[in-house]
């Protein structure tokens, strides 16, 4: 059904529902589900096949949620490499399942947005890992010594009692509680095909698991830290965040009742992701070993920087870390750009620009320089890429290299990196 027109009243029926879900709601939940994709869940059902029939697939989600009848079927659980080693397990919905959650994502969320705290920026609308970048900076100059924490395990650990007091306090649809109460405890299946029953967490994956999660924190942590740690100003983004401090033994205090409260949560601090860190510069000369800490794949640290008057001076600044560096090379390689010589120049520019985009849209926005190695290393499989390409050029780097200098000169707006001047970085 390609139409944005509900289906008629009379095609849905008009029994009255012990509970009163609007079919409007339905159909702006599949709506959002249907823009954001993704993959099939347990029944192995895409988006596409599910479309095929509609409408009978939203008169059911209507229908079972309306008459209390909905219960979820497993999330699929699929393991991805985590950044820092190891995997996460996901857990997916069913493309049904994701409409539901959608549903009670609508209802729920102009609920809690107003009770969350200012410095909570993840999974909220009208905020970005930008605004939290953004934030920590700018308390830098402010506050010597930094708190980097994360929390080990988030969603694979949160309390379901707790979890449902929380939500409870805010939230009186009998409905909507009914519903998160079921997704809470909908097992998981493990490659194999085995359920796993779930006691506690919710699945990093699903649709409303992030507002969850969200509301859990804010009484874990934000709530707590402004009530308990007065003077100590925070970010917090998902499970990470840092607090500012004045003193390097306030940061060790900071860190002692942080451990404490999460383990009052049954919760707990990421051992070797949990430091105290000094945030040294022209002004600040403390000798302390760790100054530099790194927040949704920006690194802190010091750097050279000049002043509006031209004077050279060291700042604290964030850049895009090193560890993000080695990740965007890495899909660089894996793209294999220097065998793909049955293809045009402009060819390349539509597969890869979206990409590029969007590495230069998020790590350029701060020191934007210290991306140069990425658009140096992309240009370098341009330069591969042309040597395979014409014969005229094969084996010859260096006329390589020119050629296509000629070229990125003539087309500066062919790739987003040389639209912003990266073009001479070709070898």
Request: charged share 20%; proline share 6%; net charge positive.
């Amino acid at each position: 059904m390609q139409s944005n027109q509900l289906p008629e009243q009379e095609e849905w029926g008009c029994m009255t529902k012990p509970y009163q879900i609007s079919k409007q709601l339905v159909w702006n939940a599949y709506q959002t589900v249907s823009k954001n994709g993704g993959a099939a869940g347990i029944d192995q059902e895409s988006i596409q096949a599910f479309e095929a029939k509609l409408k009978d697939n939203l008169y059911r989600i209507w229908n079972r949620m309306s008459s209390g009848s909905y219960f979820p079927p497993p999330v699929q659980g699929v393991d991805i490499p985590k950044k820092s080693g190891g995997v996460r397990t996901l857990g997916i919905p069913t493309v049904s399942d994701r409409v539901a959650q959608s549903v009670v994502k609508m209802v729920l969320e102009p609920i809690l947005e107003p009770v969350f705290h200012q410095d909570s920026y993840a999974y909220r609308p009208g905020r970005s890992a930008h605004d939290a970048i953004a934030v920590v900076r700018r308390r830098n100059w402010q506050y010597d010594w930094v708190v980097e924490f994360d929390i080990k395990g988030l969603f694979d650990n949160i309390d379901h009692s707790l979890l449902m007091r929380s939500l409870r306090k805010h939230c009186q649809i009998p409905w909507v509680l009914l519903y998160v109460e079921r997704w809470l405890k909908a097992p998981i299946a493990i490659p194999g095909g085995k359920l796993i029953e779930r006691i506690k967490g919710t699945p990093q994956g699903g649709v409303v698991s992030p507002l969850l999660a969200n509301l859990f924190l804010h009484y874990a942590f934000d709530r707590w830290v402004s009530e308990n740690l007065p003077g100590v100003p925070f970010c917090r983004y998902s499970d990470d965040g840092v607090l500012h401090c004045k003193s390097k033994a306030q940061a060790e205090l900071v860190v002692r009742k942080l451990r404490e409260r999460f383990l009052g949560c049954k919760l707990e601090l990421h051992p070797e992701k949990t430091q105290i860190v000094y945030c040294q510069d022209s002004r600040r000369k403390e000798d302390y070993p760790i100054i530099q800490f790194t927040f949704l794949s920006f690194t802190f640290r010091p750097r050279h920087a000049v002043d509006n008057a031209g004077n050279p001076f060291t700042g604290y600044l964030p850049a895009v870390s090193k560890d993000a560096l080695r990740h965007m090379r890495q899909a660089i390689r894996r793209w294999n750009v220097h065998f793909k010589n049955s293809l045009e120049l402009t060819d390349l520019a539509a597969m890869f620009n979206p990409i590029l985009n969007g590495w230069m849209n998020y790590y350029s926005r701060y020191y934007g320089s210290a991306m140069a190695p990425i658009w140096t290393h992309f240009n370098s499989y341009l330069v591969r890429w042309m040597m395979r390409k014409y014969k005229t050029l094969c084996g010859r780097k260096t006329k390589a290299s020119k050629k296509l200098h000629l070229i990125a000169r003539k087309m500066p707006n062919a790739f987003v990196h040389w639209k912003a001047g990266y073009t001479l970085m070709l070898g």
